[in-house]
């Protein structure tokens, strides 16, 4: 199984930027994607981006150009840049992962971190 931390939320003024980070540990090697999704007050959870062990990244339109999502494979730690953000950027943010191990695929989640956007 897999444990995931996160770290780098808090307030920031309208176009300033975040550095989130999401640090995994157990059984590693068996991580192919992670990434991170964010939920707004009232809203559901959204896919905010994702990257592969392959290197493969992807991103929803809405932080498409703002955010760029990094991955430290060495480390087990993903990392999202977060610039020019603005008051709908404001959720909290959860980092997940997916394994492939012998007998299926499974998800974990962090334990999220607010981020909010005020003046």
């Known amino acids: 199984q897999v444990q995931l931390v996160e770290s780098g939320g808090g307030l920031v003024q309208p176009g300033g930027s975040l550095r989130l980070s999401c640090a995994a540990s157990?059984?590693?090697?068996?991580?192919?994607?992670m990434g991170w999704y964010r939920q707004a007050p009232g809203k559901g959870r959204k896919l905010v981006a994702d990257t592969t062990s392959a290197g493969n990244v992807s991103y929803a339109d809405p932080v498409k150009d703002r955010f760029t999502i990094s991955r430290d494979n060495a480390n087990n730690t993903v990392y999202l840049q977060m610039n020019s953000l603005i008051p709908e950027d404001t959720a909290v943010y959860y980092c997940?992962?997916?394994?492939?191990?012998?007998?299926?695929?499974?998800?974990?989640w962090g334990q999220g971190t607010q981020v909010t956007v005020s003046s």
């Open positions: 997940y992962c997916t394994t492939r191990v012998t007998g299926g695929q499974y998800g974990y």
């Open positions: 157990g059984t590693t090697l068996s991580i192919n994607s």
